[in-house]
């Protein structure tokens, strides 16, 4: 197929056409004849090899499930069980095998989006060796440890349509839920005492007076109001996924309610940033199918109203208030890369010390605190995700509409796709996120989706690949955003 051949030959380069096709005859090479009871308890994965077990996958989500509902909040006599560790200790010993291949240096080659997560763990250590300073080297690599073993287990596990499926119906409900008790506990239904809102600093008024604004909180990990924004996007995302699923029973109205709650939390939250966070999501999700008219008119069509109806969070101000304080912080780290620690940076988690607050913009406390080598690799994470899922929209659109999966859950997933993944990245500029498990779960969704996808076109092929051309590629997109923050930064902090 002319189109099928016009995507690989754009995906990686010339010289890795062979590599692509050994990938494709593996994942085309017809599985072993087993009897139906072995092939029940190894089934194999659709990108090839044997899938992880069943009971790995169901430990899975509830590792994830326990993210956003966790057990010692709602339940303070489990406060001291770490039901967590357990079941993502207990997940990853069921998956070593299939963790093992994916850590082999060709499936690297064939996803980079996982070769730069662990490069960030590598950038970590280096952050503090270069300043010789060891024990930042052994306890900040210990803890993002944590947070790629949790990736690992994500595209480890997650090897068909269905279990992608079942984990972000699992992420959905559990966030909702979560999300459906912080607004009943906001609005004073019912008092929960695991939920503490927060009372924020919101400018100055033309008395002098300092002007504060009630804002929702989450819980554990999403106690900050501008966190939990981005999740209520992300989730209400799902929630319409699942939705418009056709094959899905009456009950898929309850989404719509949910939706509904998750509108009203995201006002709760007062945050700025999940407002662009919305706008910037319904613009990537209308793209593929209306064009960029289209796309532009409902962001600012949705931007006017929301304006009116969110109040604070309309008002969106670099001059004064949060908004210019935060760019005061970009400011700090940035001067920082002028120093000689331009290439691995400060350190993890240094830059507190050097600005007295967290960047607010995830991709500045990267360069920040790891340097170009690291920023680098962690805007990887993302330029690869986006440039696979790219590829995807531009190959379905030239298509005309004809299916190009054998799989339709996976196409009909492709805008969502690409919507959540913006959604993060937009929440990233106001948030210091280079390190938490969330991040990492919609950058292995991502990879594990794009492992799907392009095991399932038609002629099955790998959408993205290391090599020298799209690392080029990646160097100028880092440098190329760099360069336009520090542009931002001296335009607006003043």
């Known amino acids: ?64 499930i326990t993210l956003f509902l966790r057990p010692a909040e709602l339940v303070p006599a489990l406060a ?44 970590v250590a280096l952050s503090h060796a270069s300043h010789m300073y060891f024990y930042g080297i052994r306890t900040s690599t210990i803890a993002f440890l944590k947070t790629l073993i949790y990736y690992m287990l994500l595209v480890s596990i997650i090897d068909s349509p269905k279990r992608l499926k079942g984990l972000l119906k699992s992420v959905a409900i559990a966030s909702s839920i979560m999300i459906l008790l912080c607004v009943i506990d906001y609005s004073g239904v019912f008092d929960f005492e695991f939920i503490k809102h927060v009372s924020d600093r919101d400018g100055v008024s033309d008395a002098g007076e300092t002007i504060r604004v009630f804002r929702m909180r989450g819980t554990g990990i999403f106690q900050d109001p501008n966190d939990l924004s981005v999740l209520i996007v992300t989730t209400g995302i799902l929630c319409l996924f699942f939705f418009n699923d056709p094959s899905a029973s009456p009950l898929r109205f309850f989404w719509i309610l949910s939706m509904i709650v998750l509108g009203i939390g995201l006002i709760y939250t007062r945050s700025r940033g999940g407002l662009l966070t919305l706008g910037i999501a319904g613009m990537v999700f209308v793209l593929p199918k209306y064009g960029k008219k289209a796309a532009i008119a409902c962001a600012l069509v949705g931007m ?18 949060t908004g210019h304080d935060r760019i005061l912080l970009w400011r700090e780290g940035l001067s920082a890369l002028k120093s000689p620690d331009l290439l691995f940076g400060i350190g993890q988690g240094e830059y507190s010390d050097l600005a007295g607050l967290a960047a607010h913009n995830s991709f500045v406390h990267a360069f920040t605190e790891l340097g170009i080598f690291g920023g680098t690799l962690f805007i990887g994470c993302f330029f690869f995700a986006g440039l696979g899922i790219y590829r995807l929209a ?69 959408l993205i690949y290391w090599n020298k051309q799209h690392l080029l590629q990646l160097v100028g997109v880092s440098l190329g955003l760099l360069a336009a923050l520090f542009i931002f930064v001296r335009i607006f902090a003043h």
Not at 304 to 320: C, E, F, H, K, V
């Open 1 to 64: 197929m002319a189109n099928e051949a016009n995507l690989t030959q754009d995906a990686p380069g010339e010289t890795d056409h062979q590599q692509m096709m050994g990938y494709s005859q593996t994942l085309r090479k017809p599985a072993t004849i087993r009897s139906p009871r072995r092939r029940s308890a190894a089934p194999t994965s659709i990108i090839g090899g044997t899938s992880a077990p069943n009971n790995a996958y169901y430990l899975f989500l509830l590792v994830n």
């Open 80 to 123: 001291n069980l770490p039901i967590y560790e357990v079941l993502i200790v207990s997940s990853f010993f069921l998956s070593l095998d299939q963790i093992k291949r994916n850590l082999q240096m060709p499936m690297l080659k064939r996803q980079p989006i996982t070769f730069c997560v662990i490069g960030v763990l590598v950038a």
């Open 304 to 321: 006017a109203g929301l304006t009116i109806l969110a109040g604070r969070q309309g008002n969106i101000d670099l001059n004064s208030g």
């Open 394 to 462: 531009r190959f379905q659109s030239s298509n005309k509409g004809r299916p190009i999966f054998r799989d339709s859950e996976l196409e009909r997933y492709l805008p969502y796709a690409g919507a959540i993944l913006a959604a993060w990245c937009g929440g990233m500029m106001s948030l210091s996120r280079c390190y938490v498990v969330p991040t990492y779960m919609i950058v292995g969704v991502s990879a594990a989706y794009l492992n799907l996808a392009g095991a399932s076109l038609a002629k099955p092929t790998p």
